[in-house]
């Protein structure tokens, strides 16, 4: 690794795993350096004892985090070859076009730090690229709150299954608009891969065949086919600088404890929200006047929970995947003037966890009669919008370091108010459908994750109120780029997946049509 590369890439997730593609097609030298390692693709991967209680893939190095009710706790994230993507259940939606000018339709509700320096057309192109580069399935049309887009799906999804149906049929009696969930899923295998079996370990799972789209199976095989090198197993210490510019970044090796320097023409931070803050803290970014005291700032992590259905029967007796159905007819709220003010989010259906992991989570008795009652359940996931606050922020611990010596992230949060009623104004509408369904029992449960953290190194056109420029480059570091959760001024309703690889293949063309500059 004595070699000089053009771009350093860190962390192989959506937005790294995208800008690193665009880049190497272009003819760049293109390093990815990831510290997980690639999944096993065997019989653990749809294990619920080793991927969620035993935590086959959990990483060394923790968060200190809020605790859920008071004091503060350790949270070990997982990590792997593909980062996040690997585990998550392939929800891709596009934000809204009045998310990016939020300020405009709440002017007493949203600071004008809300609004992004570029607009939804500036995205959407990449939105359809990024698409096809997942292998996104849906139906185009039905949702009432979807953008334009000058293209179609890559292909449709299959039928609703049994719970799917359930809750579409209750949504549509009560004069709501239920669609297919955009999913990055392989279903019909038209690249000769083996087609989803529809099974119930998706979310939270690696996917043992590969048929969900995560991008160690389609991104970065294409990126590494066109001559990237992916260096697992590897963490990013800090980037060093030389004068205002990286020269490169300082490595150790998670298996054999070698520590080492790579050095790169350009940087590209792409970590996750948490880790790139802590990453840049680290590194001394902080400092960088003015834009280095948002550096951390405005953490988001949508105000999330589910609303559980418990049925008098079972509710899904094939037992196959049923994360299909997406409700938004209320994601700028119900069009009245009921609280609260601002965008509310969306509702959608969600698989229902292993019964051992609802037996852990819930402890005894909650959880023992969770699990029990697990086949006769319905999740629906509220994903409200949380607005930016500078004091929910990132920080690092000098005197606390993980096993590689890289300081401890600090993680500090608190939902305002709005933040709550919009979750709560979800709750609502998403009993009143499960009621109408037939549940005999809803439950409210919060959701106390940082799996949708975004915004602490914002984009903007002031360095004076915003940590990047609109292309994603710090001010004041020429060749240095943040293109993961990070760059969001806002959360939006929605999973922040597709966005965050559309704006990484937007930033990655600009880096190749700059270059030589």
């Known amino acids: 690794m004595t070699r000089d590369w053009d771009l350093v890439v860190v962390g192989t997730g959506f937005g790294g795993s995208m800008v690193a593609l665009a880049a190497v097609r272009a003819g760049l030298r293109v390093l990815l350096i990831e510290r997980g390692r690639w999944v096993d693709r065997d019989d653990s991967a749809w294990d619920p004892r080793a991927i969620l209680l035993d935590r086959k893939y959990r990483s060394a190095s923790p968060f200190e985090t809020p605790r859920y009710g008071f004091g503060r706790t350790s949270f070990y994230p997982d990590e792997a070859g593909g980062g996040k993507s690997v585990f998550y259940g392939a929800a891709s939606f596009r934000l809204r076009e009045a998310d990016f000018r939020l300020r405009e339709r709440y002017p007493d509700v949203c600071a004008e730090s809300v609004d992004w320096p570029i607009a939804y057309a500036d995205l959407a192109p990449f939105y359809d690229e990024a698409e096809r580069l997942l292998g996104v399935v ?299 369904a037939g549940a005999v029992i809803r439950v409210r449960k919060p959701i106390n994750t940082f799996s949708h953290a975004v915004g602490t190194c914002r984009f903007g056109r002031d360095p004076a109120t915003a940590a990047l420029d609109p292309w994603c480059r710090f001010f004041g570091v020429p060749n240095l780029f943040v293109v993961d959760a990070s760059f969001l001024p806002s959360s939006g309703g929605v999973n922040p997946s597709l966005t965050i690889a559309a704006n990484a293949l937007r930033v990655g063309r600009h880096i190749v049509a700059e270059w030589d500059r």
Request: net charge positive; glycine share 10%; proline share 10%.
């Open 138 to 436: 849906g139906l185009p049309g039905l949702d009432p709150t979807e953008p334009p887009r000058a293209t179609s799906y890559v292909g449709a999804p299959p039928p609703f299954s049994a719970p799917a149906r359930r809750v579409a049929e209750a949504a549509t009696a009560l004069g709501l608009h239920p669609f297919p969930i955009p999913l990055a899923i392989n279903f019909t295998s038209a690249d000769g891969r083996r087609p989803c079996v529809q099974c119930l370990t998706c979310d939270l799972f690696p996917c043992k065949i590969g048929a969900k789209n995560d991008l160690s199976v389609t991104v970065l095989p294409a990126a590494m086919s066109a001559g990237a090198t992916v260096m697992h197993s590897t963490v990013v210490l800090r980037l060093r600088m030389d004068g205002k510019r990286v020269a490169g970044v300082e490595c150790v090796d998670v298996t054999t404890g070698e520590r080492f320097f790579v050095g790169c023409r350009v940087c590209v931070v792409s970590a996750g929200a948490i880790p790139s803050a802590a990453l840049l803290l680290a590194s001394g970014l902080g400092a960088v006047e003015p834009n280095g005291a948002w550096v951390g700032r405005c953490l988001m992590r949508h105000c999330s929970g589910i609303v559980i259905g418990i049925f008098p029967s079972r509710t899904n007796p094939e037992r196959v995947f049923h994360k299909q159905v997406a409700l938004t007819d209320f994601y700028f709220g119900d069009g009245t003037r009921r609280r609260p003010p601002g965008p509310w989010g969306m509702i959608q259906g969600l698989q229902v966890p292993p019964p051992e992991y609802i037996a852990a989570e819930g402890g005894f008795p909650f959880g023992t009669v969770g699990a029990r009652a697990a086949d006769r359940m319905v999740f629906l996931l509220c994903i409200a919008q949380d607005l930016p606050d500078p004091a929910n922020r990132v920080e690092v611990d000098p005197d606390r370091t993980d096993r590689y010596g890289a300081p401890i992230a600090r993680v500090f949060h608190r939902y305002t108010r709005r933040d709550r009623q919009a979750r709560s104004a979800l709750y609502r509408e998403g009993a009143r459908v499960l009621r109408r």
